[in-house]
């Protein structure tokens, strides 16, 4: 696979926009390790290559475990994630299929037991900002380091 195009070299100034907003959202409080879970669930449903090879490497820096990475896109059956974690990758695939389900109530409810608004907004914004560089990468081509 070829790159299409380089975003920084084309527009940088909006590639500047986007990495501000993915550097807010990768310190605006949330915990370090469910950033990724949340960044590689969105990736792993999107089919972004580059980013999924990103996040797993940032998420084992941080510690995660080879277990609980693997078992990510299956984890509704797994007991590995808590309540917290749940409802977030609830959350990340109500808003990464947004079309397909329209965000549920049952997933929000889930959401509100276990963050306080400011969290579910910062985890909202979290969802947005995965899926538009998903988009991105998809897009372009990028490729991921071999």
């Not at 999924?52 to 590995?80: F, I, K, T, V």
């Amino acid at each position: 696979m070829q790159p299409r195009l380089n975003p920084d070299e084309a527009a940088p100034e909006a590639m500047q926009a986007v990495r501000a907003l993915a550097s807010y959202v990768a310190r605006c409080g949330l915990e370090p390790r469910l950033i990724k879970l949340v960044e590689m669930r969105a990736s792993q449903i999107n089919g972004c290559a580059f980013c999924l090879d990103m996040h797993s490497r940032d998420a084992r820096r941080l510690g995660e475990s080879e277990q609980r990475l693997y078992l990510l896109d299956a984890w509704r059956e797994s007991p590995l994630y808590s309540a917290q974690e749940r409802a977030a990758l609830a959350w990340t695939e109500a808003l990464t299929r947004i079309a397909e389900t329209r965000a549920p109530d049952t997933d929000y409810a889930a959401l509100r037991e276990q963050f306080p608004e400011a969290e579910i907004v910062k985890l909202s914004l979290l969802i947005a900002t995965i899926n538009a560089l998903n988009r991105l990468a998809i897009g372009f081509r990028a490729v991921h380091p071999a």
